[in-house]
């Protein structure tokens, strides 16, 4: 287990106050990463986007004079590790929670309403999107859950619209659409909303299959897939093991588009796949991009610990995207009684169409309301190739989804 705790100047000094409401000259914030276990392919782009992010923002006098105490843990994406490094974040004073897989998510949704610790999550499961339980399907009301990015089910179903225009202008009529991965709560999150949204559409559902979060020979999924006869196949695992679906389903002749959930899509894939024309949806450009804010992300990058290279994927970006929301949110906080959870929640309802300062171009426009946790319903759609033994990933469509009540928390 590793680690990594950010500091910034003396207002770190033993005495400090982690969890006072008033004139704190810190607050401890928890970080779940990703460095070593089944999810470290893109974790290793994302957990440095949120800690480099922090160490930047300590550097700009950190949240109005208070510093940040980032503790980076990597639990490995290991459940009860979580909820262990939970229970001593919280022991210490801890404000909010940067979180990372669904599994221990989901598991802590009941701990972090309890104790009011928001947590801005790298699950984007849309089972933490009804703060209130509107809707009477909900599972669990997730009142302090967030996160940047539209929910693996929306972006499923802007996968699935796309598809089904995609069919129409191919000449195929009653596409087929089939959902892959592991039996984990993670590729499972979106399965049955985008499934109903898919048959709505008008297309014929093939029973999903299991493939295991972890790579290997895929040869007998890819058959089953083959005899679905489906046309669009959506990943719902990511790093090595797309990479391993995509391989064996070429060796056995399946002819399909595959889609791709937000982690399941950046240049690294493409090219360890070979992929030709990976569909796959993204909430932030490309590093290098021509937008305003890039300026901020290279600064960040300069300043950071170097751990993404020069090359970062667009998961370090959401990850720096992650983090600069929640330091908005503690400014209000601060500004409105002190550095509490429940400040900080509070504060994530304060702005509309809301980008972070200095970020223009790189955080989409987002929203949230006590109400309805989706704070972004704008989905890129992309396809990723490789040209010339690079890839090449173009933007093809942008979907604004429907913020409709049934699928609120689903």
């Given at each position: 287990?590793?680690?990594?705790?950010?500091?910034?100047?003396?207002?770190?000094?033993?005495?400090?106050?982690?969890?006072?409401?008033?004139?704190?000259?810190?607050?401890?914030?928890?970080?779940?990463?990703?460095?070593?276990?089944?999810?470290?392919?893109?974790?290793?782009?994302?957990?440095?986007?949120?800690?480099?992010?922090?160490?930047?923002?300590?550097?700009?006098?950190?949240?109005?004079?208070?510093?940040?105490?980032?503790?980076?843990?990597?639990?490995?994406?290991?459940?009860?590790?979580?909820?262990?490094?939970?229970?001593?974040?919280?022991?210490?004073?801890?404000?909010?929670?940067?979180?990372?897989?669904?599994?221990?998510?989901?598991?802590?949704?009941?701990?972090?309403?309890?104790?009011?610790?928001?947590?801005?999550?790298?699950?984007?499961?849309?089972?933490?999107?009804?703060?209130?339980?509107?809707?009477?399907?909900?599972?669990?009301?997730?009142?302090?859950?967030?996160?940047?990015?539209?929910?693996?089910?929306?972006?499923?179903?802007?996968?699935?619209?796309?598809?089904?225009?995609?069919?129409?202008?191919?000449?195929?009529?009653?596409?087929?659409?089939?959902?892959?991965?592991?039996?984990?709560?993670?590729?499972?999150?979106?399965?049955?909303?985008?499934?109903?949204?898919?048959?709505?559409?008008?297309?014929?559902?093939?029973?999903?299959?299991?493939?295991?979060?972890?790579?290997?020979?895929?040869?007998?999924?890819?058959?089953?897939?083959?005899?679905?006869?489906?046309?669009?196949?959506?990943?719902?695992?990511?790093?090595?093991?797309?990479?391993?679906?995509?391989?064996?389903?070429?060796?056995?002749?399946?002819?399909?588009?595959?889609?791709?959930?937000?982690?399941?899509?950046?240049?690294?894939?493409?090219?360890?796949?070979?992929?030709?024309?990976?569909?796959?949806?993204?909430?932030?450009?490309?590093?290098?991009?021509?937008?305003?804010?890039?300026?901020?992300?290279?600064?960040?990058?300069?300043?950071?610990?170097?751990?993404?290279?020069?090359?970062?994927?667009?998961?370090?970006?959401?990850?720096?995207?992650?983090?600069?929301?929640?330091?908005?949110?503690?400014?209000?906080?601060?500004?409105?009684?002190?550095?509490?959870?429940?400040?900080?929640?509070?504060?994530?309802?304060?702005?509309?169409?809301?980008?972070?300062?200095?970020?223009?171009?790189?955080?989409?426009?987002s929203t949230w309301t006590p109400e309805d946790h989706r704070g972004l319903t704008t989905v890129a759609?992309?396809?990723?190739?490789?040209?010339?033994?690079?890839?090449?990933?173009?933007?093809?469509?942008?979907?604004?989804?429907?913020?409709?009540?049934?699928?609120?928390?689903?």
């Open positions: 287990m590793t680690t990594l705790k950010i500091f910034a100047g003396a207002a770190l000094a033993a005495g400090t106050m982690l969890g006072s409401a008033h004139a704190q000259d810190s607050v401890l914030v928890g970080h779940l990463a990703d460095y070593t276990g089944p999810t470290s392919f893109v974790g290793k782009q994302y957990a440095p986007g949120v800690s480099d992010a922090f160490k930047q923002i300590n550097a700009d006098g950190g949240i109005d004079g208070t510093m940040v105490e980032l503790d980076t843990v990597d639990y490995a994406y290991k459940v009860p590790e979580a909820i262990s490094l939970y229970k001593r974040w919280v022991g210490n004073g801890m404000v909010a929670l940067q979180g990372w897989g669904t599994a221990d998510t989901e598991a802590l949704i009941t701990f972090i309403t309890r104790d009011e610790i928001p947590n801005i999550s790298g699950s984007y499961s849309a089972h933490l999107t009804d703060p209130t339980g509107k809707n009477p399907n909900t599972k669990l009301p997730a009142p302090f859950n967030f996160f940047y990015g539209p929910s693996y089910s929306d972006a499923c179903r802007a996968l699935v619209q796309w598809a089904s225009e995609d069919a129409k202008g191919k000449g195929i009529d009653n596409p087929t659409f089939v959902h892959t991965g592991d039996n984990h709560p993670y590729p499972n999150a979106p399965k049955e909303a985008c499934a109903t949204y898919a048959e709505e559409l008008g297309m014929t559902v093939a029973p999903p299959v299991v493939v295991p979060l972890a790579p290997g020979d895929f040869k007998a999924q890819c058959l089953t897939i083959k005899d679905t006869g489906a046309q669009y196949v959506y990943m719902g695992n990511l790093g090595g093991s797309v990479v391993s679906l995509i391989k064996s389903c070429n060796t056995v002749g399946v002819e399909a588009t595959y889609m791709g959930n937000p982690w399941a899509g950046d240049y690294q894939t493409v090219e360890a796949a070979e992929a030709q024309n990976l569909i796959f949806p993204t909430s932030t450009p490309f590093y290098g991009a021509d937008v305003p804010g890039m300026a901020l992300i290279e600064t960040i990058m300069e300043n950071g610990d170097g751990q993404v290279g020069d090359r970062p994927t667009h998961h370090y970006l959401r990850g720096v995207c992650a983090a600069y929301y929640m330091k908005e949110a503690m400014q209000w906080a601060k500004a409105n009684g002190g550095i509490t959870g429940k400040g900080i929640r509070d504060g994530m309802y304060q702005k509309t169409d809301w980008v972070p300062e200095g970020l223009d171009g790189v955080c989409l426009p759609i992309n396809s990723g190739s490789m040209v010339d033994g690079k890839a090449e990933i173009k933007e093809i469509a942008e979907i604004n989804l429907e913020r409709r009540d049934d699928w609120l928390g689903q």
